[in-house]
């Protein structure tokens, strides 16, 4: 399991980073007379209404959807760990007033809060990856809290304060490497996540814009043609699940050894 | 006489590993007989095997293994299923944690009645009931009712007890039945399982405590490696020792062994005498001067006895450096006035403190001064305020009236930023070493950490100097500590504690969690390293026979005060208090060991 999720996972990253390595074609190059056409040797995945290779689009979308997983979760995980280690660090009153803030948060659906701030902002790929980040923060923001009071209550802490070490050494030396490696599995399981989420937002329009080839927009597109040209929607969506599914599975299996070690 | 459980040479291996081997034994009816045996010895294995719960990736195989008429080797398991619940009760060794959080007392002992009973719903909670009457669980009708989190240590022990009898079996297993209880309640079970004995149940009893065993058992069975070392008569285990192994286990007992007297083991093959023979405690003994003289403490500890609170601590008779404690400890005795007495440093001085938990008086009016080179037992049950008066002397927490001073300055009374710099005085270490270190540290940096006041993680020659110092192998640096043995773990604790050069090292339960024979090295290091480098002790425990073994004076707690103080074997050869004498009676101790056990 993990070596395949490891090999979607470089496939993926070769995708993003040099697209024309496994798709020499231009994703934007229209070609009328090919136009929805199956999956063949000439078109792996087939072609759009417009006669675009499906398989180069892919492969050019991977950039921006992983950069939008990456972006979301990184903007999340910023958020929450300055919420998180304030409440967790401050006094008890600033504990309370984040705690209580998160809960109202919480209390939104996740995406409900992504349109609210897409409303607000207008569409486009900066504002929904924004938002993606903003309603991911709460959950986060939750653990690492939780997290920095079991390191912060924790024996060895005490065991530091009996040393005299001060508390600005017990946070740099003690919580932060701890918290961190948490943080670091937290954002594997997250990036799946956020790819989930930004397609579905440019699914509703709200993300990346026509013509530009991404997968929740490909997939949106192929909707109309749902029920004779299943391959528009297929491929990308398939994509859409395999990175998230690859993603979770490494985030898991890091975690797993991270509790055996 | 039929045997009730024949065993004959059982192995049990799990892969390629064999974890016990060649294990042969018999139970009669309504016989106890103990299995002793340091943690990995194979005796949880054993007892699991006979339930035929060895576990999917065991291999058991034994000549015979037979429960009254049943093989349970070749039992089918619908058969071994009755066995377990009807014919064999099991009380397993978690048993803190064996009963569900979620379910109440009475629906889990309920659930053997009703899977083999055949009682309806009303006869069930009646015999329930009755069950948890007979166990000694006061208000049954009220307990049956609560869950398992709503229960104290030893109620929660009774209701699994309850369990295992609710069917009225042949055979009772108990591994481990009262590791982690007080004494007066471990008391109060071996009690209970006494008693089920003599109405006929036959007993298994595992413990590592040879003294547990020795109350309960007529035979015992002392195991190592997985094989059986040496097997017999309590009595003749006990007093006549045949296997060294065994004999190491008897001595590592410090019940009863006075101060100074070392517990490991001096090499294979010597001699091991009695507790009290002088060729052994001598030359130890008379390395510490002070080491017995009770009239010395005396003074120090009237001193510290703030004279308002005077009329509630019991006085200890006088004389008592003519005591038969100070004669029996083997130490020679000093004329008044050696050493220019009161001249020794109070390291710490602890007035009149007072901690308060909401309405709950955690300590209450506790006051005590630690001089030089010696050790402060605080002995009580859990709840008594023994750990809060440990915190408020580490200033973790802070009191809310009294004071503690250390080398004469003020130490509880200043905020931290002052306190910060003297922090080096005082050390600590605790019951769980391994939840004192950060999980992502390896060895050599934890200590590096301690010896450089935190400015460098790299280990260097003074790191394999201090793990030398506590016994360990400078290879150990590179390693992590939870990959280490829990002796080893407290020894690392141990050697980051000295490493800032303290002058009192505070030790909460040090050795509690650990098997017997690495108790007596953990004990002995620490006795050695208060030579060496003239520490003082605040311990705390439990244990009596250890805090006896420890200390030079000694304080009893309960809830929150301070009911019995003065010289340790003062305290026990003639407690005042009449909660000092319940908890010495309930003190399990080899019979044929001690002299007056």
């Known amino acids: 399991m993990e070596v395949v999720s490891l090999l979607v996972i470089a496939f993926l990253a070769v995708a993003a980073l040099a697209p024309f390595l496994l798709a020499p074609g231009d994703p934007l190059a229209i070609d009328p007379l090919d136009s929805f056409q199956p999956p063949s040797p000439a078109h792996v995945f087939g072609t759009d209404e417009s006669g675009r290779d499906i398989f180069t689009r892919i492969v050019h979308g991977t950039g921006a959807s992983l950069t939008i997983g990456l972006a979301a979760t990184a903007i999340g995980l910023g958020l929450a760990l300055v919420f998180g280690l304030l409440a967790g660090f401050g006094p008890r009153w600033l504990d309370f007033g984040t705690t209580r803030l998160l809960e109202v948060l919480f209390a939104f659906p996740g995406l409900l809060f992504a349109l609210l701030f897409i409303v607000v902002y207008g569409p486009g790929v900066v504002t929904s990856t924004i938002a993606v980040g903003l309603s991911t923060a709460p959950g986060y923001a939750r653990i690492i809290r939780s997290r920095v009071i079991q390191v912060r209550t924790s024996p060895f802490l005490e065991a530091s304060v009996v040393l005299g070490r001060s508390a600005r050494f017990r946070i740099a030396r003690h919580v932060l490497p701890n918290v961190a490696g948490s943080l670091f599995v937290l954002a594997t399981l997250g990036v799946g996540q956020s790819i989930v989420w930004a397609s579905s937002l440019s699914y509703l329009g709200l993300g990346a814009v026509p013509p530009a080839a991404e997968w929740g927009a490909m997939l949106s597109a192929g909707r109309t043609y749902i029920s004779s040209f299943w391959w528009m929607t297929f491929f990308p969506g398939l994509f859409i699940v395999l990175s998230a599914a690859a993603t979770t599975l490494l985030g898991r299996a890091i975690q797993q050894r991270g509790r055996e070690s | ?597």
């Open chain 2, 1 to 597: 006489m039929t045997a009730l459980l024949s065993v004959q040479n059982l192995s049990v291996a799990f892969g390629a590993t064999t974890v016990v081997s060649g294990v042969s034994f018999d139970v009669q009816p309504g016989e106890c007989i103990g299995i002793v045996g340091e943690s990995g010895s194979g005796k949880s294995v054993t007892a699991r095997a006979l339930l035929g719960l060895a576990g999917p990736r065991s291999t058991v195989t034994a000549d015979a293994l037979r429960f009254d008429d049943t093989s349970i080797a070749d039992a089918p398991p619908r058969r071994l299923r009755s066995l377990r619940g009807r014919d064999i009760g099991y009380v397993s060794q978690g048993a803190l944690v064996a009963l569900d959080p979620l379910r109440t007392v009475g629906r889990e002992i309920g659930d053997s009645l009703r899977l083999h009973g055949g009682l309806n719903a009303r006869q069930r909670s009646e015999r329930v009931q009755s069950l948890l009457a007979d166990v000694g669980v006061p208000e049954p009708g009220v307990r049956a009712g609560q869950r398992a989190d709503q229960l104290s240590g030893g109620l929660r022990q009774r209701a699994v007890i309850a369990s295992a009898i609710a069917l009225g079996p042949q055979l009772l297993i108990a591994d481990e039945p009262t590791t982690a209880l007080d004494s007066t309640v471990q008391a109060g079970i071996l009690d209970l399982l006494d008693r089920l004995r003599s109405e006929g149940t036959a007993l298994i009893l595992i413990s590592h405590d040879l003294a547990v065993v020795s109350r309960l058992a007529s035979r015992v069975l002392v195991m190592r490696g997985g094989r059986i070392v040496e097997s017999g008569t309590t009595a003749r285990v006990l007093t006549a020792p045949r296997h060294p192994y065994t004999r190491q286990l008897i001595a590592a007992v410090p019940t009863d062994r006075p101060r100074g007297t070392r517990l490991g083991a001096p090499g294979p093959g010597a001699p091991f005498g009695n507790s009290g023979d002088p060729s052994e405690a001598g030359p130890v003994a008379s390395a510490r001067p002070f080491g017995n003289s009770g009239d010395r403490a005396e003074d120090a500890l009237e001193t510290a006895v703030p004279s308002g609170s005077a009329p509630r601590v019991p006085e200890f008779p006088k004389g008592a450096d003519g005591g038969p404690g100070a004669a029996r400890g083997g130490a020679p005795e000093f004329p008044k006035g050696t050493g220019a007495a009161g001249a020794r440093e109070a390291v710490v001085e602890a007035t009149g403190l007072v901690r308060r938990f909401g309405d709950r008086l955690a300590v209450d009016d506790v006051g005590f001064v630690l001089e030089r080179g010696r050790t402060l037992g605080v002995v009580g049950e859990s709840g008594s305020g023994k750990t809060t008066v440990a915190r408020l002397v580490l200033a973790l927490d802070r009191p809310d009236a009294g004071e503690v001073r250390v080398l004469g300055e003020p130490w509880s009374a200043v905020p931290e930023r002052d306190r910060r710099g003297r922090r080096p005085l005082v050390g600590a270490i605790y019951q769980d070493a391994l939840s004192s270190f950060d999980p992502r540290a390896t060895v050599g940096a934890i200590l590096a950490d301690a010896l450089s006041g935190g400015r460098s993680r790299r280990p260097g020659t003074e790191v394999a100097e201090l793990l030398e110092q506590v016994g360990l192998d400078s290879s150990v640096a590179a390693r992590r500590p939870r990959l280490l043995s829990g002796g080893q773990q407290q020894r690392v604790a141990i050697a980051r504690a000295i490493a800032p050069r303290p002058r009192v090292i505070v030790c909460d339960e040090p050795v509690s969690s650990l098997d017997v024979s690495v108790q007596a090295q953990v004990l002995d290091l620490l006795d050695e390293l208060q030579r060496d480098l003239g520490l003082s002790y605040l311990f705390i425990t439990h244990d009596l026979g250890v805090v006896r073994h420890v200390s030079d004076d000694v304080l009893v707690m309960r809830d929150g005060r301070v009911v019995e103080r003065g010289p340790t074997e003062a305290v026990f050869e003639d407690p005042q208090h009449e909660y000092t004498r319940r908890l010495l009676a309930s003190a399990p101790r080899i019979a044929g060991a001690a002299p007056r056990g």
